[in-house]
């Protein structure tokens, strides 16, 4: 099936400071890109779908200033946590359709001390 | 929008038993229904899916199946093993919506 990877695949920062998160679709072009937060023993939680060219939509609750997207290519989307706080440590995934399956990327652990 | 009920939220069953996962949804317009496993730390995985066109689909020990007219799909697991230890997450997919909405996730474990 298709690859997604995702980097870093852990992350560890102090809060106040900032941290990028990588999606890459490898061997096909996702226009549209979703990222996830996964608390632990949660379900996945969609926070907004990332369009490739044009601004990201944000599900209900979550702070777009605050997790920023960015799909400048059509194999690359990035997600920036800013301003970072405990409270944000999770796993975030992000996943891509290629022929109508998801395929999901490894995820990133991000722990704000 | 859609919204997706998975039960149970935690099972246990014996090595070589079967194990069932239901779900629930409400969007009528939805048409495919993927399930995955998730192990811990890991990127969730796609074990078996339908569409709204089938009842049921079968693969090795792994089956969905699928009412539309009560809106409910549902996982077997035959003859499990330790390997089948995981959370179990189903999805549905709204035509039109471009986005999985997930259930809440079925942590499995299967004693020896």
């Known amino acids: ?113 | 929008g859609e919204n997706v009920e998975q039960h149970p939220s935690t099972l246990s069953v014996q090595e070589g038993d079967s194990a069932v996962i239901k779900c629930t949804y409400s969007d009528s317009a939805s048409n495919y229904f993927p399930w995955y496993k998730q192990e811990l730390g890991k990127r969730p995985q796609l074990i078996i899916d339908i569409r709204s066109n089938v009842g049921e689909k079968k693969d090795q020990r792994i089956a969905v199946t699928l009412n539309k007219t009560a809106k409910h799909f549902s996982l077997h697991i035959t003859e499990t093993q330790p390997e089948d230890s995981a959370v179990y997450f189903c999805a549905a997919f709204p035509q039109g919506a471009q986005k999985l909405v997930f259930g809440q996730g079925t942590r499995l474990t299967i004693n020896p």
């Open chain 1, 1 to 113: 099936g298709a690859v997604v990877s995702q980097h870093p695949s852990r992350v560890i920062c102090k809060s106040g400071t900032s941290v990028k998160i990588e999606c890459r679709s490898l061997d096909f072009q996702a226009t549209t890109m979703f990222w996830y937060r996964q608390f632990p023993k949660q379900s996945l939680m969609l926070m907004a779908t990332s369009n490739e060219g044009s601004k990201a939509t944000y599900e209900q609750g979550v702070e777009k200033d605050k997790f920023l997207i960015n799909h400048a290519s059509l194999t690359l989307s990035t997600l920036t946590v800013t301003s970072a706080h405990p409270e944000d440590s999770s796993f975030y995934i992000c996943s891509a359709t290629d022929r109508n399956e998801q395929f999901f990327g490894p995820g990133t652990r991000l722990t704000v001390l």
